[in-house]
């Protein structure tokens, strides 16, 4: 399987040859090597062509994988400092620089509802006198 730092390194060459096409146009006029050059780049172009949705559709696995990884990471990050360390659950948002909400693939609705309580203002207590 040829990885996706070798394909671009080919579609680069072959926009490399055809401006080296057209630049040998542009120096001397249409010669055999201007031919030889526009042929052997549209052929390299037709290559990339056939080689970019393949790999359109790896960078688009290799994303998910990417995005699975990282929520995967700050699951077993909150964990470790909820669970593990003892901070409150706005300290490990604040620590993952992200809102509680964003902590909910591991929250239950509960613990969400009481770390909402915790983080929101309080109203002032009412005194007993009145």
Not at 2 to 27: C, F, G, P, Q, V
């Amino acid at each position: 399987m040829t990885s996706i730092a070798d394909e671009l390194r080919e579609i680069h060459e072959n926009i490399a040859t055809l401006i080296a096409a057209k630049d040998e146009k542009d120096a001397n006029g249409e010669t055999e090597r201007y031919h030889e050059l526009k042929r052997n780049a549209w052929g390299n172009v037709r290559r990339a062509e056939k080689v970019l949705p393949g790999l359109a559709e790896r960078v688009a696995e290799l994303e998910q994988q990417i995005e699975t990884w990282r929520v995967e990471h700050r699951v077993k990050t909150a964990y470790k400092l909820f669970y593990g360390d003892g901070l409150s659950l706005g300290e490990v948002a604040e620590q993952l620089h992200c809102s509680i909400y964003d902590l909910s693939p591991w929250l239950t609705a509960a613990a969400t509802r009481m770390a909402l309580d915790a983080a929101l203002p309080q109203p002032p207590a009412e005194s007993e006198g009145e």
